[in-house]
């Protein structure tokens, strides 16, 4: 009576031919991650928020910018200021009965909203104060005097393929959600 191998031709083919597809299914997972991790990368905005200073003419900007390569929608916006939580855009912030502001001009603002998609490569200023000598240097005051009482302020906001980041005044960079 003949014993049946277990090894024979055929089923080392077939088992080849099984771990052959199995490697392949695995590289197929490992690439498709790959592919949507760079895709993400592809559209990733990056917000920062930065204050422009121009004596000559006499202005300070206080700018939204998209370093990123993608657009960046805004989700959300909360200022913070002497504990108290204020949801709303800079202008508008600026322009409640906490502050007396008769001295400094708001030269031009623009709000800066929930659903806001802001370009790659492109800025907006949010608000632009100052005016001739003397409204400059109060402007300054009023600015320096924003910063002793806690000023702050949370931007979230979110790529197209809803990664969200959040920028505040007291970090650097920007805080992946």
């Known amino acids: 009576m003949a014993r ?20 392949t299914l695995i590289v197929f997972a490992r690439q498709t991650s790959i592919i949507e991790k760079q895709s993400r990368l592809s559209v990733m905005p990056y917000l920062i928020m930065e204050t422009g200073y121009n004596p000559d003419e006499d202005f300070i900007t206080l700018t939204l910018n ?36 008769d001295s400094v001009a708001v030269l031009a603002s623009a709000s800066i909203d929930a659903g806001l998609a802001i370009p790659a490569g492109a800025e907006r ?23 002793r009482n806690e000023f702050d302020y949370e931007i979230i906001y979110s790529s197209i393929y809803d990664d ?13 959600l």
């Open 164 to 176: 969200t980041w959040r920028i505040k005044k007291s970090e650097d960079i920007p805080e992946e």
């Open 4 to 23: 049946n191998k277990f090894w024979t031709p055929d089923r080392i083919v077939t088992l080849t031919a099984i771990f052959i597809s199995l490697f």
């Open 66 to 101: 998209n370093y990123g390569v993608g657009p960046a929608i805004i989700e959300e916006i909360k200022i913070f200021y002497k504990g108290k939580t204020y949801e709303m855009d800079f202008a508008d912030f600026l322009r409640t009965d906490i502050f007396q502001t």
């Open 125 to 147: 200023m949010a608000i632009k104060f100052g005016g001739s000598g003397d409204r400059y240097i109060k402007t300054e005051k009023f600015l320096r005097k924003l910063e």
